[in-house]
Nanobody, 124 residues
């Protein structure tokens, strides 16, 4: 079992930055791929960024490439999402998810564990 708790969301002006954190409990964090998804009102949940279990490979949605970075600290059981140059269209609830190792997947179905989400609101 893996429990995930997100933090760091909030209200920011367009062009600003936020860093989200996802703290994981459970013994298997370090051998799981991790990802961030987001869901805006009235829209489906969409992939944002992912990182493989080792941290050596990261992958991003086209909409956030060059603006967002993802990283992990396996010693702290934490994954981070650094969001820069935020846009109003980035407004959503952001979810952390834990999957199986080696998948490098952008599909929600490949992630077994989910956090409760943290709200990010970007004002214009």
């Amino acid at each position: 079992q893996v429990q995930l708790v997100e933090s760091g969301g909030g209200l920011v002006q367009a062009g600003g930055s936020l860093r989200l954190s996802c703290a994981a409990s459970g013994r298997t964090f370090s051998n799981r791929d991790m990802a961030w998804f987001r869901q805006a009102p009235g829209k489906e949940r969409e992939f944002v960024a992912g990182v493989t279990w080792s941290g050596r490979t990261t992958f991003f949605a086209d909409s956030v490439k060059g603006r967002f970075t993802i990283s992990r600290d396996n010693a702290k059981n934490t994954v981070y999402l650094q969001m820069n140059t935020l846009k109003p269209e980035d407004t959503a609830v952001y979810y952390c998810a834990a999957g199986v190792p080696g998948g490098a997947s952008a599909l929600p179905k490949d992630y077994s564990y989910w956090g409760q989400g943290t709200q990010v609101t970007v004002s214009s």
